[in-house]
């Protein structure tokens, strides 16, 4: 069942992420035959204000009462990372009581304060990943993913992610029909997968070695040839044995790994600023054919690579640059 929806504010509640909810559940769509959902917006005090990120307040019909007998629990973002305990109580409660949990970008930090991630997988903001661990070390997290169905609980990343966790559960509740009329009258895609990365760039590793520091340079230089460890080690006067074990020490990561990495960023740049074809951003790159630049940008970015340059392609892209 998937009636009743209880959204949570609190103090410095994200409104757009919180409209993400009002706006799949809250909208009355019953003439175009979805079922009417009845949304109640619960804060820590019935009628008082939960200030916001943007200079406004948001006032909730409801107390903490208005979680009770709720289908579904839905924890809009917020700054916040302490929280009373009255509202982690009653999080618990409406969480043993069967209703399911889900968060969006930060409000994982809610659910995660009421011990509600312990053990459980998830998700939220790839910019809070490293704080949402070191505070709850035992949800299991997925750093890259767009949300996680984990049955009763579902956690999304950010911003428009928690349209997708929400849409997600609508058609896992009440099937493909409704949740495409509430997509269309959104003007969003119907179904995004929940394993799809999250669209962040990549950070380069750095090397801390002066040592090595060239022979990368050099390698950023001409991805486009084949670059083997032997040969690399070579060019860094080393043995293979010791220039694998010194890269993985300054990178945090293998050669091949660094490698195949560096080429789907330079894919990724060429995908975004050039319409050069696929069989040509793979050569340019180091992929050598369009099979394994498909391969290997999809295994990193989650996506095809003709998906990628739709959504990031900027327009007036130079041609065959």
């Given at each position: 069942m998937?009636s009743?929806?209880?959204?949570?504010?609190l103090?410095e509640?994200?409104?757009f992420?919180?409209?993400?909810?009002?706006?799949?559940?809250g909208?009355d769509?019953?003439?175009?035959?979805?079922?009417?959902?009845?949304l109640?917006?619960?804060?820590?005090?019935?009628?008082e204000?939960v200030?916001?990120?943007?200079?406004?307040?948001?006032?909730?019909?409801?107390?903490?009462?208005g979680?009770?007998g709720?289908?579904?629990?839905a924890?809009?973002?917020?700054?916040q990372?302490?929280?009373?305990?009255?509202?982690?109580?009653?999080?618990r409660?409406?969480?043993a009581?069967?209703?399911?949990?889900?968060?969006?970008?930060?409000?994982?930090?809610?659910l995660?304060?009421?011990g509600?991630?312990?053990?459980?997988?998830?998700t939220?903001?790839?910019?809070?990943?490293?704080?949402?661990?070191?505070?709850?070390?035992?949800a299991?997290?997925d750093?890259?993913?767009?949300?996680?169905?984990?049955?009763n609980?579902i956690?999304?990343?950010?911003?428009?992610?928690g349209?997708?966790?929400?849409?997600?559960?609508?058609?896992?509740?009440?099937?493909?029909?409704?949740?495409?009329?509430?997509?269309?009258?959104?003007?969003?895609?119907?179904?995004?997968?929940?394993g799809?990365r999250?669209f962040v760039?990549?950070?380069?590793?750095?090397?801390?070695?002066?040592?090595?520091?060239p022979?990368?340079?050099?390698v950023?230089?001409?991805?486009?040839?084949?670059h083997?460890?032997?040969?690399?080690?070579r060019?860094?006067?080393?043995?293979?044995?010791?220039?694998?074990?010194r890269?993985?020490?300054?990178?945090?990561?293998?050669?091949?790994r660094?490698?195949?990495?560096?080429?789907?960023?330079?894919?990724q740049?060429?995908l975004?600023d050039t319409?050069?074809?696929?069989?040509?951003?793979a050569?340019?790159?180091?992929?050598?054919g369009?099979a394994?630049?498909?391969?290997?940008?999809?295994?990193v970015v989650?996506?095809a690579?003709?998906d990628?340059?739709?959504?990031f392609a900027?327009?007036?892209?130079?041609?065959?640059?």
């Open positions: 998937l009743t929806v209880a959204a949570l504010v103090p509640v994200s409104p992420e919180f409209g993400t909810i009002c706006e799949v559940f909208i769509r019953s003439n175009e035959g979805v079922p009417p959902f009845e109640r917006v619960c804060g820590p005090t019935a009628g204000p200030s916001s990120t943007v200079g406004m307040s948001v006032v909730p019909d409801h107390g903490l009462d979680l009770r709720a289908d579904l629990v924890v809009a973002a917020t700054r990372r302490s929280f009373p305990e009255p509202v982690l109580e009653a999080l409660e409406a969480a009581a069967g209703s399911t949990m889900l968060s969006v970008c930060s409000g994982a930090f809610v995660g304060a009421a509600l991630l312990d053990d459980r997988h998830c939220t903001h790839w910019m809070n990943v490293d704080e949402l661990r070191e505070r709850y070390p035992r299991r997290i750093p890259d993913v767009l949300f996680v169905d984990d049955g609980l956690t999304s990343a950010g911003t428009a992610a349209i997708d966790a929400c849409l997600h559960l609508v058609r896992r509740e009440l099937g493909s029909a409704i949740v495409n009329t509430i997509a269309r009258r959104m003007v969003v895609p119907p179904q995004r997968d929940g799809q999250q760039e990549q950070p380069v590793p750095r090397c801390s070695s002066d040592g090595l520091a022979v990368l340079d050099w950023l230089d001409h991805l486009e040839v084949e083997s460890v032997t040969d690399l080690a060019r860094a006067r080393m043995s293979d044995r010791s220039f694998a074990r890269f993985v020490a300054e990178t945090g990561t293998t050669p091949h660094w490698l195949t990495l560096q080429r789907v960023l330079r894919a740049r060429l975004e319409d050069l074809g696929m069989d040509e951003v050569e340019r790159s180091g992929f050598g369009g394994l630049l498909r391969h290997h940008f999809r295994k989650g996506v690579p003709a990628y340059r739709r959504t900027v327009r007036g892209a130079v041609a065959g640059r």
